[in-house]
T-cell receptor, first 117, second 114 residues
């Protein structure tokens, strides 16, 4: 499978615990995005990377959230001291930017569903 | 921050055309219209995009009005597998700005029935 892979698919954690999600983008894609989606809403942008550089962070990304993409390949999203309001689907997407054509199709993974109890 | 307006839900009979409208009255001259869909429990999937001309691919057709203030996504022969939430998004081409994040609204939930 050469698509975007996210692990784990589901995570149940107790309030106050730390969790980490992993995203493996399509191998040649240099841009990687994290989104959060709650029930009945569209995905909300959290942050994105160009190679290993984190270039933009949404104000939704509180100081309990941290994302890394250390070698410009896979990325991790960590949530510290989880709260019940963190329960959501966390989606990762990747694109190939910097090509001559303006259109870049974003490929999404199937997401990690986090439930904080 | 979404700059589009879509009806919250629509129904369509299997085999008939599904026409999903989208209003984007504040669209600027260099913004494209993109459509994605999200089938239950999956990530969004790209469908089609356009600037001002009508576009067609193997999945759908996109009709953009002459003033570009609205568009319609057409699924010519809807199947049960087309049941999903459809998102209409406007965005600037990636090479003009540093970020090309997608700003999703709440989309249209299309239910295709037998």
């Amino acid at each position: 499978d050469t698509g975007v892979s996210q692990n784990p698919r589901h995570k149940i954690t107790k309030r106050g615990q730390n969790v980490t999600f992993r995203c493996d983008p399509i191998s040649e894609h240099n841009r990687l995005y994290w989104y959060r989606q709650t029930l009945g809403q569209g995905p909300e942008f959290l942050t994105y990377f160009q190679n290993e550089a984190q270039l933009e962070k949404s104000r939704l990304l509180s100081d309990r959230f941290s994302a890394e993409r250390p070698k410009g390949s896979f990325s991790t999203l960590e949530i510290q001291r989880t709260e019940q309001g963190d329960s959501a689907m966390y989606l990762c997407a990747s694109t190939l930017a910097g090509t001559p054509v303006p259109h870049t199709e974003a490929f999404f993974g199937q997401g990690t569903r986090l439930t904080v109890v | 921050d979404a700059k589009t307006t879509q009806p919250p839900s629509m129904d369509c009979a299997e085999g008939r055309a599904a026409n999903l409208p989208c209003n984007h009255s504040t669209i600027s001259g260099n913004e494209y219209v993109y459509w994605y869909r999200q089938i239950h429990s999956q990530g969004p999937q790209y469908i089609i995009h356009g600037l001002k001309n009508n576009e067609t691919n193997e999945m759908a057709s996109l009709i953009i009005t002459e003033d570009r203030k609205s568009s319609t996504l057409i699924l010519p022969h809807a199947t049960l597998r087309d049941t999903a939430v459809y998102y209409c998004i406007v965005r600037v081409p990636v090479r003009l700005i540093n970020t090309d994040k997608l700003i999703f609204g709440t989309g249209t939930r299309l239910q295709v029935f037998p």
